[in-house]
């Protein structure tokens, strides 16, 4: 048998660091093992998904040295490896399922989904809805056939008794039965939810080992009897412990940055990265903290990895990358390697139209567009000062513009123009001065070329991260503020578009 293994990203954002934590584990366990290591672009969520977002993450993944051998851009046996190119696939095994009786058409309702839940909650069930639950009368279900009411697919769920299933790290797990409930897996609009199209393309692909976050663990039962209902093997299930931010809590963009284009703009080198994430719930066997990925496959063992939830600390990351950039970069290799990641053309390219008009000679450029070169800025308190915004102004703005940024999707600066200029009318500011805060997080001055179209070069990591790094330096909002600002920005984000 041949080991083949798979990560499998949704391209709704940018690429997360968690993606290339699974994918680093899922492409050791394949090298390790002679095998071959999948990239499947699971992107049946139309509504979420990108070509930019996708193009972002095998840039991303490429850029940290991985290799896969089939993939969207590397065609093999089991293509297409996009799963919206594959949906005849999807319909197909629903039928069959269909036809077998394993799966339902439901014409349930969302209000009438509500409903079934409240029930049940309030009898103190289980939320979880049954076959029992979700039936119609013969005659209703023909009056919406006939209406051409719309109907998603549902699996047959036992309704009671216990689903066992085995995980390499954490041994047999147990999930009541009366805790699953009758999955969705053909949505009304005749797309696959990711349950269905997993479990038929992990066949179809032949993976053999199933590496993925813990997030998926409560999916296994239902994929397993998938897996009985088609009559397959199920491959090998391994859920990896989460990444964790410093305080425990799940990595989020909310308080960590977790694109992997915020630690190569951040000036980390790809290899240190990869060796960071490795160290993630996982170790040499000498306990060795710096190590390539030809070392670490050689080394790999998955029973080593531990599942504690490990946490991504920057700092640390730092000084490993102080490591790598001090006895693995020659001079010539530091030279060429910075003029990469700084003086490219393509990033110049964006830059200096913007301080072409701001520059005299070439010794004003590095004091105009060091901004754009630096992570975060030393800046005071007393930079903040601005004769029409008292201090509570300014750290509200700071506050708003970050929350307002957390949920921002197009990251453009006519968006982000139009964005700040409607938060700061609800809040009652002039656009120029609800800006002079973001100037001062974004470039350290006011005198500077626009903020929005810094922004834009920066980034959504880097522009949330100097944001939260300014509104530390200015004070945050109290815990009772917090509550009282968080409401309040609720109302007024109603106005954003
Ligand atoms: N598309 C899922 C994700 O975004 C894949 C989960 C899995 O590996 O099964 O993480």
Request: charged share 25%.
């Amino acid at each position: 048998m041949t080991v083949r293994t798979r990560i499998a990203p949704s391209p709704t954002g940018d690429p997360h660091v968690g993606t290339a934590y699974i994918a680093l584990f899922n492409l050791a366990f394949a090298r390790q093992h002679g095998g071959e290591f999948i990239l499947r672009i699971e992107d049946t969520d139309q509504t979420r998904s990108t070509p930019e977002s996708e193009q972002a993450i095998l840039d991303s993944l490429r850029w940290l040295g991985m290799d896969w051998d089939e993939g969207p851009d590397k065609p093999g046996p089991h293509g297409p490896y996009r799963q919206s190119e594959r949906s005849e696939i999807y319909q197909k095994y629903t039928q069959q399922l269909l036809d077998e009786g394993k799966a339902f058409k439901c014409y349930r309702t969302a209000e009438e989904l509500d409903e079934l839940r409240n029930q049940r909650r309030e009898q103190g069930l289980q939320t979880a809805l049954k076959q029992s639950d979700l039936a119609l009368p013969a005659e209703e279900v023909s009056a919406r056939e006939a209406a051409n009411a719309p109907y998603v697919v549902r699996m047959q769920v036992p309704e009671e008794g216990v689903c066992v299933f085995d995980d390499l790290l954490r041994g047999t797990i147990e999930v009541e039965w009366s805790q699953v409930d009758c999955q969705i897996l053909m949505k009304s609009d005749g797309m696959p939810t990711y349950h269905l199209a997993n479990v038929v393309d992990d066949h179809l692909m032949e993976i053999t080992h199933v590496l993925r976050g813990e997030e998926w663990i409560s999916s296994a039962p239902k994929h397993q009897l998938l897996y009985k209902y088609f009559g397959w093997e199920m491959p090998a299930l391994c859920h990896m412990p989460l990444l964790r931010n410093p305080d425990k809590s799940k990595l989020s963009k909310r308080k960590n940055p977790t694109s992997i284009i915020y630690y190569q703009r951040m000036g980390y080198l790809a290899d240190a990265l990869l060796n960071y994430l490795a160290r993630m719930g996982w170790s040499m066997p000498d306990e060795r903290e710096k190590f390539s990925l030809e070392e670490m496959i050689a080394n790999f063992d998955i029973s080593r990895v531990s599942l504690g939830g490990p946490i991504f600390d920057q700092e640390k990351l730092s000084w490993l990358n102080g490591m790598w950039i001090r006895e693995d970069l020659s001079d010539e290799q530091f030279a060429q390697q910075f003029q990469q990641w700084a003086l490219n053309p393509e990033y110049l390219m964006q830059i200096i139209p913007l301080i072409k008009p701001r520059v005299e000679k070439f010794t004003d450029v590095a004091p105009v567009a060091g901004f754009l070169m630096s992570g975060m800025l030393s800046i005071t308190e007393e930079d903040f000062a601005h004769k029409s915004l008292e201090r509570d102004d300014v750290r509200k703005i700071l506050q708003y513009a970050s929350w307002m940024l957390d949920s921002e999707q197009q990251w453009n600066k006519d968006r982000l123009f139009s964005q700040c200029k409607t938060l700061g009318d609800a809040m009652g500011f002039k656009v120029r001065d609800f800006l002079y805060p973001l100037f001062i997080a974004i470039a350290g001055t006011s005198a500077s070329v626009s903020v929005v179209d810094s922004m834009q070069i920066l980034g959504p990591d880097m522009s949330r991260a100097r944001i939260r790094h300014a509104l530390n330096t200015v004070g945050g909002p109290s815990k009772k503020e917090a509550k009282r600002w968080e409401k309040e920005y609720r109302e007024l984000a109603k106005s954003l578009g």
